[in-house]
């Protein structure tokens, strides 16, 4: 097992109905806490790593970090970079040593996003590197209507459409799902995800993963969702755990493993929510 390519793991995940968690880590120890999670519940997982962390550690150190633990773990472990908005920053984590990237031009008009996308992964599979892209508006939760509003969804057939031209090996999808905290409960369109999945053969991602409904969840992956992205209630639970296990004496590595042990708990939770198959490696 160890590291695994991100394709193989959501392939594993489409065939035996649970999603992969996808979760943006941004130093060692909020790796290695993802990876012992994933060896607990016996599930496959990802790393990711959001470029905007590259203020406080470069894009090669967490990729070495990553591929590291992920190379000696018990289960499958993908490394990924998460949403490369401009051709740069993509093929810079190729550069870097990521073996799976992302070019998100959702922002962009329709061609151009397909071009930019089409670009990257012809650089991208030259070199054996996975490439998930995003089509339709995936916005923050913060604002209603950059989730509520289905003319910023993905249609089903332009997505069929990109999927052809790009190439790519795996698609994020916009249903009623934004990125951070959302101001209202999100209502995720099932029908729609449906219609997408059985048009295209790529696996399908949920950005925004932080907030959306277990119920919805679950209902998601049974419908064709293979990855599931928890960026903001992951890095909310490190700080939470970390700051309530600082002592008086100071940060000793005590009061770390403490922290540790509650956000292994969190992460097995996320991973068990997103497998209602109950798939055991």
Excluded at 87 to 109: H, K, L, N, Q, T
Excluded at 155 to 164: C, G, I, M, S, Y
């Amino acid at each position: 097992m160890g590291l695994t390519k991100v394709k193989d793991i959501l392939k594993m995940a489409d065939e035996n109905g649970f999603a992969a968690a996808a979760i943006d880590v941004f130093d060692y120890q909020s790796a290695e806490w993802v990876v012992k999670a994933a060896e607990r519940e016996q599930m496959p997982v990802l790393l990711m790593f959001y470029p905007d962390m590259s203020s406080f550690i470069p894009f090669s150190t967490m990729a070495a970090i990553a591929l590291d633990l992920a190379k000696q773990a018990k289960v499958p472990v993908g490394v990924h970079l998460d949403h490369g908005k401009s051709y740069e920053v993509a093929v810079g984590g190729i550069a870097a040593g990521f073996p799976s990237i992302m070019y998100d031009g959702s922002a962009r008009p329709y061609e151009e996003n397909l071009a930019v996308t089409a670009s990257v992964t012809k650089c991208a599979h030259v070199l054996g590197i996975d490439v998930e892209a995003e089509l339709g508006t995936v916005g923050q939760g913060s604002r209603k209507e950059d989730f509520c509003n289905s003319e910023l969804y993905t249609r089903p057939e332009e997505a069929v459409d990109f999927v052809q031209r790009t190439g790519v090996d795996s698609l994020a999808v916009a249903i009623g799902n934004s990125h951070g905290h959302y101001v209202c409960e999100p209502h995720l369109d099932i029908r729609r995800l449906d219609e997408i999945n059985r048009a295209i053969d790529v696996p399908l991602v949920l950005h925004g993963g932080s907030g959306i409904p277990a119920e919805q969840m679950i209902e998601s992956v049974k419908h064709g969702i293979n990855k599931v992205n928890i960026g903001t209630e992951f890095f909310e639970k490190c700080k939470t755990s970390v700051a309530a296990h600082m002592g008086k004496d100071g940060f000793v590595l005590d009061h770390y493993k403490e922290a540790g042990e509650e956000v292994i708990e969190f992460v097995r939770g996320r991973i068990r929510r997103i497998n209602p198959s109950g798939f055991r490696l």
